[in-house]
């Protein structure tokens, strides 16, 4: 989805909007947690996806193991999420900025005040939800082990 048809698609949603954001490479359950937890805070949930190129500036050159063509048709397939958008900037400010949903979810390894655009939803009456982490569950180490297997 394109962010013009995401913003057309969010002003026709008749509830809360609700959205997250992340590389969500290598699925797993703390990510289905953070999803599924997301979603039960509104009536539509719009993931925000790191484009590859801005998956490699923040996570370096061997991320992600899955590219953005794959990333998105798999959370697209989750009941959870509604819709996907791709982001090429290395943060979804803008992204969030356009879609003004009523909820912006983080995982429980953010604070509060280190969330991006969490003082642009609380400016038009949202609200910012952060789910605790699904311990023991990380894409980092799961890359780790994969990388010690090899």
């Known amino acids: 989805m394109t962010w013009s048809d995401a913003a057309r698609w969010r002003a026709a949603v008749p509830g809360r909007v609700v959205f997250t954001n992340g590389v969500f490479d290598l699925l797993h359950p703390g990510h289905i947690d953070l999803l599924t937890a997301a979603r039960a805070a509104g009536d539509a949930l719009i993931v925000g996806l790191n484009s590859d190129e801005s998956v490699?500036?923040?996570?370096?050159a061997t991320r992600p193991v899955c590219g953005v063509a794959d990333r998105a048709y798999v959370l697209a397939a989750l009941e959870a999420v509604d819709a996907v958008v791709v982001f090429p900037e290395d943060t979804p400010l803008a992204l969030i900025q356009t879609l003004r949903p009523d909820v912006l979810v983080k995982?429980?390894?953010y604070a509060p005040e280190h969330v991006v655009g969490r003082a642009d939803v609380e400016s038009?009456?949202?609200?910012?939800?952060?789910v605790?982490?699904?311990a023991g569950h990380s894409t980092t180490a799961l890359v780790e082990k994969l990388r010690d297997r090899s």
């Open 124 to 130: 038009w009456g949202g609200r910012l939800l952060i």
């Open 132 to 134: 605790p982490v699904t």
């Open 107 to 109: 995982g429980g390894d």
């Open 56 to 60: 490699r500036r923040l996570k370096g």
